[in-house]
């Protein structure tokens, strides 16, 4: 039998085909690393690396998993890379190492991952992915990969302010849980920034696919007032609380801010932490060792690693109610650097506008992947010759299967744009079937088999 060349595949559509590009061959937390990911231009707009996000998020066994996006956010120099190296710890431990012994680590072993303190030099502001990505598995069933993402202000300007906002901004549209990483208290300025997403919550919960975000944890870090409210979720709980309450007389966008926070989140939670100790804070030969850190501090780190990380607690990200998988939050990704790229921040409409092309893009993709499914099963490789008219039977089929999936997901935006992709759907479908029928006419047989016949007919003779 003939060997088939393999169908080249097209990279039409929008959604680029990449091929699978290893990360790193080794899963030891000392060969990963924080790949920058966004980072600023000189003029203040922002810039994807699509090439280190895609070689993330399209790899072969990452790609069609549910994202669980950890971003820790928050002015500089307050401990949130820091943060994150313990949380790397527990990922490695519980999901690489599956379990044994203490996640915490030894007493003398220094703090790896996210780089931390970063002496004197100026860290560049935006965001860093882990490049070590951990897979787990929920309790239904549901097969995730955990994505850690590292969040860089400035602190020395005027000029910054934007590109810290708008770092905010981002990481709390990516992920599922953002970390709103505080200093001290919960202040009346740390609502400012929140304001944008509860406009933004409004206005998406018009198109009727329930909260646009999943969890929003405060974090205050070198709590001291333990009289009034102890350290760890409880008396974090208790905080939040009281700081929702609205005062009387206070200005109209704060309260709004506070009554609207809870409709724009599935989940609101805040966290008080100790002091990590002098070591931690002062000596700037600390190298992150367990055995300098403030056992109140260590046994806070206990009770909120496991609480955001555990298997039963991870928090997968979602859009209108549907999961999003890896390499739709690449096209999230795209969509809100498109909009974030200004001088002035984007209208919570544009936004909006932005998430719903992004939206139909994904839902486009996974009825393209439906078809393609269906055909290559019926003609694909291995597959014999087929008539054009059975072919075309298959593809009307596939067509179908592949329209119903992308009608029946329920998709951010309205009618008229979910028409105007339905139609570019139908024209990348039209181009596929090309493809196929090119493919099933090569293996078309040829008739030079009878010659042959007879020419060993004719020797055994
Ligand atoms: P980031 O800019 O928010 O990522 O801050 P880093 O994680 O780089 O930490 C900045 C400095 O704060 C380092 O010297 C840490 O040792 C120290 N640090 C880390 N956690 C805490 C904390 O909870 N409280 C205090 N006071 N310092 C911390
Ligand atoms: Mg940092």
Redesign the pocket.
């Known amino acids: 039998q003939l060997e088939h060349p393999q169908r080249i595949r097209s990279s039409g559509g929008r959604i680029p085909h990449l091929k699978y590009l290893p990360i790193a061959a080794s899963e030891s937390l000392a060969s990963g690393r924080g790949i920058q990911v966004v980072s600023p231009s000189p003029d203040h707009s922002f810039h994807l690396d699509l090439e280190a996000l895609s070689a993330l998020l399209l790899r072969e066994d990452l790609k069609d998993r549910a994202v669980v996006v950890v971003s820790?956010a928050?002015?500089?120099?307050?401990?949130?890379?820091?943060?994150?190296?313990f949380f790397l710890r527990y990922l490695h431990h519980t999901y690489i190492l599956e379990g044994s012994g203490d996640w915490l680590g030894s007493e003398d072993e220094p703090l790896r991952g996210?780089?931390?303190?970063?002496g004197s030099k100026r860290?560049t502001t935006g965001l860093l992915l882990w490049s070590q990505p951990f897979k787990a598995t929920l309790s239904n069933g549901e097969k995730v990969v955990i994505l850690l993402m590292?969040t860089?202000?400035t602190f020395d300007s005027m000029s910054t302010v934007h590109d810290n906002v708008t770092v905010f901004a981002l990481s709390t549209m990516l992920s599922s849980v953002q970390i709103y990483?505080l200093?001290q208290n919960i202040e009346e300025d740390d609502l400012q920034q929140l304001q944008l997403f509860t406009e933004y919550g409004r206005l998406a919960a018009r198109g009727g696919g329930g909260k646009p975000f999943q969890k929003l944890q405060m974090l205050v870090?070198?709590w001291s007032f333990t009289s009034d409210y102890a350290y760890g979720a409880e008396g974090g709980r208790q905080l939040l609380e009281k700081w929702l309450e609205i005062p009387e007389g206070q200005h109209e966008d704060l309260q709004a801010v506070r009554r609207d926070i809870t409709s724009c989140f599935e989940e609101l939670a805040c966290f008080l932490?100790?002091?990590?100790g002098l070591i931690?804070?002062?000596?700037?030969k600390?190298d992150?060792k367990i055995s300098d850190i403030d056992p109140e501090?260590k046994k806070s780190l206990r009770e909120l690693v496991p609480m955001l990380l555990a298997p039963q607690n991870l928090v997968p990200k979602r859009i209108q109610g549907a999961a999003v998988r890896a390499r739709d939050l690449l096209l999230y990704f795209k969509a809100y650097l498109g909009v974030f790229n200004g001088t002035e921040l984007p209208q919570p409409k544009t936004i909006l506008q932005a998430t719903a092309e992004a939206n139909n893009l994904s839902a486009v993709a996974e009825a393209r992947a439906t078809y393609d499914a269906q055909m290559e099963e019926a003609s694909g490789g291995a597959q014999p010759y087929m008539t054009p008219a059975q072919l075309d039977k298959e593809h009307r089929r596939a067509r179908d299967k592949a329209l119903e999936a992308f009608r029946s997901r329920r998709k951010l935006g309205g009618q008229e744009l979910a028409s105007s992709y339905e139609t570019q759907l139908i024209k990348e479908l039209d181009e596929e079937y090309k493809e196929f029928s090119a493919h099933n006419e090569s293996k078309k047989p040829r008739m030079t088999g009878t010659p042959v016949v007879f020419a060993g007919v004719a020797l055994l003779g």
Do not use: E, I, Y
């Not at 928050?74 to 190296?85: C, I, M, Q, Y």
């Open positions: 820790v928050g002015a500089f120099r307050k401990g949130k890379s820091f943060l994150l190296d996210f780089s931390w303190r970063g860290d590292d860089q202000g990483n200093s870090r070198d932490m100790p002091h990590p931690v804070a002062r000596n700037p600390f992150g501090f």
